[in-house]
Structure formats: C-alpha cells, structure tokens
C-alpha cells in the first residue's frame, strides 16, 4: 500500500490493517516500519477526525445526566416538557423531543439543541432478525453450534441472548441504555454478541458474592493498581474484584467492533468487566480495567447498562467518558506525583521505572501514561509489557 492521504472509507480499512499489522510488529525507534507507523496513524486520526468529528452523545442520556449533575427529579422536568405524563414517556425514550422541548431545555438546563435533535429512529424489533448478526463467526467462536434450519438458528440465538434479555428486548437494551467511544462505526449485532457471551461466561463463574453501590471506592481502585507489580499480579486483581462482587471476563473482540473493554451493568446482576486483550500489552490492560471499573463505580444504577470503549481513542463526547478517565488516570497516578516526575516530560525508560518505583506500580502503567499524554507511541516499547497479557489465559481461543 502506497501511504497518502486517506480520502475514501475503502482507503481508511486499509490503514487501519497496516496499522495492526505493523503494531504488530512493535518496531523500535527510528527504524523504517516505526516511521512508516507514525506516518499511518497520523492520516488514520485525520481522516476519523474529519468523518467522525460531529458524533453527538444520545439526547436521553445527555438529559439524565444534566439531571443527575443539578439533582433535579422528573417533576422538575415538567416545567420544560408539559406533563408528568411526557416527562415519563421522553425518559422511557416512547416519546421523541419536539422543536418546543428542545427550546426549552436548551434555555432551562443549557444541553445544546445539536445535541437533543440527536433523535435517533426507534430501532426496537421484536424477536430475532438473525440474518443481521454474525452467526458464522459465532459458530467459529463457539457461541452457537453449527445451525440447520431457520428455526433452530432463531431457537440458539434466543437462548443465546436469554442472559442479557430477561423481559426486555436486546435491541432496546443495545440501543438504548448503552454508550459507545469509539471514532469509528462498530458492528452493533457483533458487539451485542460479544457482551452475552461475557455476561454468559460471568454467570458461569457462580460468585455468590452480591455486589454491593459504593463498595467499588477509589481506594479499593488504587489496591487494585498498587498490585500491578506484584507476581500473579492480573490473577490478584482479578480474584479482589470477585470479594466485592465483580466479575472480570476476558473475550477477544468480534470483528468490526474494535473493543478494548467494557462495563456491564445489567439489572439484576452483578457488574461485569468484559476484557478483549485487543492489544496484547501491560499498559493498555492495567488502564482499561481502571476505566471500566470507574465507570462502575461512578456511573452504576444511573441509566446506562453498557459502556464499550477503545480506550484508546481520543474520543471523549461524553462527559461520563472524560470522568472515568480521569477518574482511572488518578488512581493510578496521582496528578501531583506525576508532576513532579522527570516522566512528565522525559520519553525515558529510567523515569519511567524511577516513578513506578516511587508509586509501587509496573513501571508498564507509567509508560503507558507517557505514551498516551504526550503522543510517544513508539516509545518505550521495552517495558509496557507488549505480548505479556495473552499468555496469562490460556483457555482463551486467542486464533479466533
């Protein structure tokens, strides 16, 4: 592939396959591939940035959260949307927003109007239209079995889903009550797939332990972290989530889903932390469990069941994203502690273990952090723990 500007979807796959290829390879500084790496990643972020810059957060949940930030009730709505009645059919999402509405909240809470004329079609289909999901590529991963017929294909999906559906219909559960940060356009059946899969994998585990708001504590985060040096470490943090109720579940991603991890908080169950491993490394594992884990500990029992994120995309729209983040980026490095560090400002290898050292963490967590804040993704390759993470689960189909 000739590497110029990328000006047409078809163009932007194609980068984005060069891309893995060459992470890959995890070439070192300054050589031709890590040139050509920069290069590619430069024109990918160009390119999403100039397509994707104009996604909106969903109106609904931009309403609840303004609700939550100014403890307002549903009754306080009233005054903006007419009746107790439609306060109660726009939050149950039965109701769309009307150019009047919209005025009005724009005035009243200040939730832009580009955000709130972000009214999506009703999407809710009843039963199963299986044709839209990747039913050979769960057959490959061993979610369905090898299907005859159309009514046995309608009949596994169904049981399938039944961990996630309950008495609602999956498509108002994906649709509705999930967010997704991502730049680019994910497979919404594949993601939906993949999460039934984790939350059957999580319901298998059998914790009897019932998860309990407000156990999930920014201390208990920072223990969770402060064992990321230790041997076994991952195998610990994982079983001291299991004492408070979570459950850590490691998946790779479906295709067209680009999925780094995900909060799963569906009611009824316990909160489940789903964990695909895209990039086999340290630092992206360590940061991606904090951030799911903040997003359970902030934003549990508030409207939303499913956040899917790549956390590793610059994305951040929703507000509840920027808070996980910088909930989870101060867990595990303390803002003042950074600061202070000659790793704020130094792409070293010595100030990255000489502050991993201070704060008791894997010297990955501080090279990660580096990486990520001042856009040295081709630094530091010797110590953020590239293909350390994979060899850990071995029961995982990782050729899929």
Request: aromatic share 8%; net charge negative; charged share 25%.
């Amino acid at each position: 592939m000739i590497i110029k500007v990328i000006k047409n979807d078809q163009e932007y796959q194609e980068a984005l396959k060069l891309v893995d290829e060459l992470m890959d390879k995890n070439p070192q500084l300054n050589t031709p591939d890590a040139e050509k790496l920069e290069l590619l990643t430069t024109l990918v972020q160009n390119y999403e940035e100039s397509v994707f810059s104009e996604k909106l957060p969903d109106p609904i949940d931009a309403l609840l959260f303004r609700m939550e930030q100014q403890g307002l009730t549903p009754d306080d709505l009233v005054t903006y949307i007419g009746s107790r009645s439609k306060v109660s059919e726009i939050l149950s999402r039965k109701r769309t927003l009307s150019l009047n509405m919209i005025k009005a909240l724009q005035d009243g809470l200040g939730i832009p109007a580009k955000v709130l004329l972000n009214q999506q079609k009703n999407t809710e289909i009843k039963g199963f239209n299986f044709d839209n999901f990747p039913v050979k590529e769960m057959i490959k991963r061993g979610y369905l079995q090898v299907i005859e017929g159309v009514e046995n294909a309608e009949n596994q999906l169904e049981t399938f889903f039944a961990s996630i559906n309950g008495n609602q219909d999956v498509f108002a559960l994906l649709n509705k009550t999930s967010y997704i940060r991502s730049p680019r356009p994910m497979n919404q059946h594949a993601l939906l797939a993949w999460v039934a899969k984790v939350v059957n994998n999580a319901d298998n585990q059998n914790n009897k332990t019932i998860f309990k708001e407000g156990s999930l504590t920014q201390d208990f985060l920072k223990r969770i972290i402060d064992v990321s040096d230790e041997d076994q470490a991952i195998y610990t943090a994982i079983e001291m989530l299991k004492t408070i109720g979570i459950c850590v579940v490691v998946e790779p991603h479906m295709p067209q889903t680009y999925l780094d991890g995900a909060a799963i908080m569906i009611k009824g169950k316990n909160p489940i932390v789903g964990m695909t491993v895209r990039h086999d490394r340290l630092d992206n594992f360590w940061f991606t469990l904090l951030h799911e884990l903040a997003h359970i500990s902030l934003h549990y029992g508030k409207g939303t069941s499913l956040f899917y994120d790549d956390v590793e995309s610059v994305d951040r729209h929703d507000p509840r994203e920027k808070e996980a983040d910088d909930f989870a980026i101060e867990t595990m490095i303390p803002e003042k502690s950074w600061n202070k560090s000659p790793a704020s400002i130094l792409p070293s290898v010595e100030a990255a273990k000489k502050l991993a050292e201070e704060l008791s963490i894997h010297p990955a967590v501080v090279a990660g952090r580096m990486r990520y804040r001042n856009k040295y993704f081709t630094y530091l390759n010797s110590i953020i723990g590239q293909g350390e993470v994979r060899t850990l689960f071995p029961d995982v189909n990782w050729k899929v």
